[in-house]
Each structure stands twice: as C-alpha cells, then as structure tokens.
C-alpha cells in the first residue's frame, strides 16, 4: 500500500466517523427541542441568539447547487457562524437528513409541506451544559478542517 492510499482509507473512515457523529448529534438535540430548521428560522435564531448556537448544518443537493437565492442565503449564514464562531458543516443529502430529522416521515412538516432542510442549527440547552462526544467529535473535525483552510467542510451522508 502507498502513502496515498493509505491517507485516502483514513480519510474515507475518518468522514464516515463525522457522518455518524453528525447523526448521533441531531438525534441527541432533536428530542431536547434543541434543533432549528430552515433558513429563514435560522437566521431569526442566530440574530436572537447565537451564543446557544453550537453547530450550523448547511445541506445542498446537486440541483441546488444552481440555486442562486439559497447560495446567497449560505454565504450569509457562514459569514455570520465564522463571526460568532459558530462550527459549520455542509452536507450532500437533503433526503438523509430528511430521514434523520423527521424519523422517517420523509422531512414534512404537520401540514404535508416539506421542511427546508437546507439550513439546521443545533442549539445547546439553556438549562444544562450539554456536553455531548459526539458533538466534542464534530467540533473537533471543523478546528481541524479550518487549520487546513477548508472552513466549511464537506460531509457525506450515506443512505441507510
């Protein structure tokens, strides 16, 4: 094996341990009300409250890539997280992240309208100090990922 090929099995093992860390913290959060979905709701949430932001999750489809409005919508949205050093990630899989938001109910809201996943905040709990590993996991991946100067780093949801 080459040095090559050896940093590309750490680098696939490492993202698939981001991704699972990713979902562990979303399923954790989502039951302590502490997740926000939508651009716009994230926004409102970031200007009300941002220092009980712990975790920006940006989510893109392919098709969305051309999406001008919502690309514009993102650079704010990472602008304001770098400011206020909040972590930031961006997913690849809107319906995965469907699945793991909405337990299968296919990211529709109570009236069959589907969610706009495209922008989720995790929010630590007023309450308590939440110290979650998975979330030490994903902090730890963005410190890294922005010493190498990538500042938004790019995770792949697998489909389950």
């Not at 109570?110 to 979650?132: A, F, M, N, Y």
Request: with cysteine; hydrophobic share 40%; charged share 25%.
């Amino acid at each position: 094996m080459t040095f090559e090929e050896l940093s590309a099995d750490y680098s696939q093992e490492r993202m698939d341990t981001v991704a699972k860390a990713l979902e562990e913290v979303l399923t954790s959060a989502l039951p302590q009300g502490g997740i926000t979905v939508g651009v716009y709701e994230a926004a409102k949430s970031l200007n009300v409250d941002p220092d009980n932001v712990v975790l920006c999750v940006l989510a893109a489809d392919e098709e969305d890539v051309k999406d001008v409005a919502l690309q514009i919508h993102f650079t704010l949205i990472q602008a304001f997280c770098c400011e206020n050093d909040i972590n930031i990630l961006k997913v690849n899989n809107t319906r995965r992240l469907a699945q793991i938001l909405g337990g299968g109910g296919g990211g529709k809201q109570s009236g069959g309208e589907p969610l706009d996943l495209h922008c989720v905040l995790v929010t630590s709990p007023h309450s308590t100090s939440w110290k979650d590993p998975a979330l030490s996991k994903l902090s730890r991946f963005c410190r890294e990922s922005r010493c190498m100067d990538q500042w938004v780093p790019i995770i792949n949801l697998p489909e389950r």
